[in-house]
């Protein structure tokens, strides 16, 4: 089945620092990738849809110039914080979309990213 | 503007008892209704789902329950067990717009 693995797990980072988190979709080729930010206890809030190739489409009140998302292959995208606060610290996840499966077909998520800015 | 509305935000049920969580929409536009689990730490992975030209759709002790006219649908967990225990998320998409309920926790007490 379609598997999506995501890098690193944990992440502790001072504040002021820059993370990057990859996400790559394993067993297929991935059309869209999105990346979704949840809070504790809360569900899950899309950050910004990418298209290989394409700039990253982001959601309103998401700063693209803080969270910048790379998606340059069909398997790999990346997210990374810039200029990390602790207010970023949140749990990270995103997921793909198999290219070759229609529209109605669901999407893969990845495990996620626990981020602690310190 | 919460297109996905969930309830109950949280339910205890007894071994061996249903769960049942609610879902309704708004965008009539949505053509794919998954339920997502989503264990603490982890990321959310699909459980079941279903396309608005049927009314339901069992895959083993889940069963998604769809009214099209209603704009609504459910999960139901039969003989519920503990390790059922998590988070779950209905959601509708349409082509790249996926939107997601609030999400339930469910309990499942031995």
């Known amino acids: 089945g379609a598997v999506v693995s995501q890098h690193p797990s944990r992440v502790i980072c001072k504040s002021g620092t820059s993370v990057k988190i990859e996400c790559r979709s394993l067993?297929?080729?991935?059309?869209?990738m999105f990346w979704y930010r949840q809070f504790p206890k809360q569900s899950l809030m899309l950050m910004a849809t990418?298209?290989?190739?394409?700039?990253?489409?982001?959601e309103q009140g998401v700063e693209k110039d803080k969270f910048l998302i790379n998606h340059a292959s069909l398997t790999l995208s990346t997210l990374t914080v810039t200029s990390a606060h602790p207010e970023d610290s949140s749990f990270y996840i995103c997921?793909?979309?198999?290219?070759?499966?229609?529209?109605?077909?669901?999407?893969?998520f990845g495990s996620g990213t626990r981020l602690t800015v310190v | 503007q919460q297109q996905v509305k969930q309830s109950p935000q949280s339910l205890i049920v007894q071994k061996g008892g249903i769960s049942i969580i609610n879902c309704a929409y708004e965008?009539?536009?949505?053509?794919?209704f998954p339920w997502y689990q989503q264990f603490p730490g982890k990321g959310p992975a699909l459980l079941i789902a279903?396309?608005?030209?049927?009314s339901e759709k069992k895959e083993g002790r889940f069963t998604i329950s769809f009214n099209k006219s209603a704009k609504q649908f459910s999960l139901h967990i039969m003989d519920s067990q503990p390790g059922d225990s998590a988070t779950y998320f209905c959601?509708?998409?349409?082509?790249?717009?996926?939107?997601f309920g609030a999400g339930t926790r469910l309990t499942v007490k031995p």
């Open positions: 067993d297929f080729q991935a059309t869209t």
């Open positions: 279903i396309r608005p030209d049927v």
């Open positions: 959601a509708a998409s349409f082509n790249n717009d996926m939107r």
């Open positions: 965008n009539t536009a949505f053509d794919y």
């Open positions: 997921s793909a979309r198999d290219r070759n499966r229609g529209p109605r077909y669901g999407y893969t």
């Open positions: 990418s298209n290989e190739g394409s700039k990253a489409t982001y």
